[in-house]
């Protein structure tokens, strides 16, 4: 703590050493005492009481010194009376208390305002020639609020010749003023002409508290676009001070390309005709008035992009690329420039030699090649209906048969890019005499009509044609399947026929012979026999027998004749066998009663009442006879 010791003291010394007549008291008071807005103050005046003096004989009075330089009392005690002064700013605010016996009298001030921010005096008196005064200063503090702080929004380009705002600072409601300094990447920043300037106001609320605003401008470089800006406020309390930082804050800048490129964005690895090609451009400057310009040097071509999309390249795309950088707002910058190479890879159609179709002789040797000139090596497979048969530009087989005719697909690729390839196919036809595939064949046919179906095989396609055994020739248009010819023909059956058929071109003929037979059916048909008797119903059936006659060749006579006669003996041997039994059936008297004929309307049950039925398979239709075999209408028949 600073003591001070009051000026008037020397003062009184040097009355005392002139006059000697009486000295001053020592007061000693701190220099300042600091409070917090609001809060409580306590000054304490301290001096030295004289010895065989009573308190009766001290006077105690505090006064404050206005802006203005004068001096108010605001508080008086002595031996009758302790009350502080009227219509002073501090009446209803202040107290005194203390001992005059101890020399410390505390002046206490309440609910501190900012004007209570002036010096105090303490005046001491010891009878009527001995005084003496001390002073302090009260300071009042107020801790700031509303700390902000706010970027520029637009971009800063490094071409301005003047210094562009930063940004703005602003800290409110302190006391004493704030302090405000910025900070660009904690390196504390400071005015330079021309280059860079801090702009501060002052705002002195209604409150009488202090407002800041800080604002920062400069010219930003390059460097600038990463960096980062803040503010820094020194505030101070009682007995220290104290620090707060804003947040941190990038600025735009604005900077013209010094180096591009230019690059290949896809396809990726190797480019081949038919593909998207997509060239990228990217300078290291950030200005928005760059224009990129893509040329292709091989045909002047030129596009203002920086992405140049080019579709369904083929190997004219091939060349060099430039790309060049200009912005029209940093003139005096040169413009810079990048190239690239491209190639586009290729593959030509596939040619086959000889080409589309080839004829070769049967038993000879199929020779064919297949090429495609690419930039990169290729493979080349020969295919057949999907099957690989050869691997390689040449086709060689060797005793070629007419399963060697068809097409063939010579496929070429490009192994170091997928999906590049091409193919041609050759169509090989095999030629020879035709070759029928059916062989010679017996035909047994129930029907009036037999279909016969004959394939060939050769090259030229072959006629074909259809001769009977009765002397008939038919020609006919053959159909063309995968596997050869096809020829349908229908013949007439009547009796036993032969049908060749035969196929023939510039090489050869060959044919095949259908023997048909013709054949008949012979249906005979047998009855079923039912005997009802009034215990039992007996029933003779016979089946149909269906004999199947062969009708041979007209010229086989004798042998037809014997069939006609076996089948009449067939017929009289079961007529035999049905008399047997019918009369077999009469002697044991189930046909024909011995004792005459019987009235079968006598009634339902008698024993001797027989009753045979005879059906027809052809028939539903039965007929009832009496015992004596009289035929009898269907409502005469006995209820069974």
Known sequence: MALRVVSSLLVGLLLLHTWGAWADVQVNMEDKVEVVLGETAQITCMFTPENGTGTDATIIQWFYVTRSNEKVRIYYRDAKSNIAEQGTPFTD??????SI????MVLTIRNVVLEDEVEFICLVKILVDRTGEGR???RVFETPNFLTIEAVQTGLSVSDEEPSKIGTCEVKNGYPKPNVTWYRNNTPLRAIPNVLNVASSITTESSGL????????MRVMKEDKDAEFYCEVTYFVPGATQMIETSRINVTVYYPHDAVNIWVESPAGKIKEGDKLTLHCEGNGNSPSSVFTITHLNDGGSWETDMLELYNVSRLN???YTCESFDPEFIAESSVSHNTSV?????KPAVVTPEETMEV??????QATCNALSSLPTNTVWFKGGVEVSNGHSLIIGDVTFDTSGIYECVVTVPEIEGMSTSSALNVNVAGPPQITEKDSDIESTEKSVQLECHARGYPAPEMAWTTSDGKVTKTTPTETESGFHSVFTVQVSSNITAVCQASNKYGSDAVTFNIKATTHTTTTTTTTTTTTPATTTTISSTTVVTESVIPPKKIQKESNGVIIAVIIICILLLAILGAVLYFLYKKGKICGRSGKQDLTKGKSSKDNIVVEMKSDNTEEAILLGVNGEKQPPNDQVDK
């Open 93 to 98: 605010r202040i107290s005194m208390n203390g």
């Open 101 to 104: 016996a101890a020399g410390k």
């Open 136 to 138: 302090t200063k009260l």
């Open 210 to 217: 202090y407002s800041v605003k800080s604002e920062l401008s």
């Open 318 to 320: 091939s060349g060099v």
């Open 343 to 347: 190639f586009v890879n290729f593959l």
């Open 361 to 366: 002789r049967q038993g000879e040797q199929l």
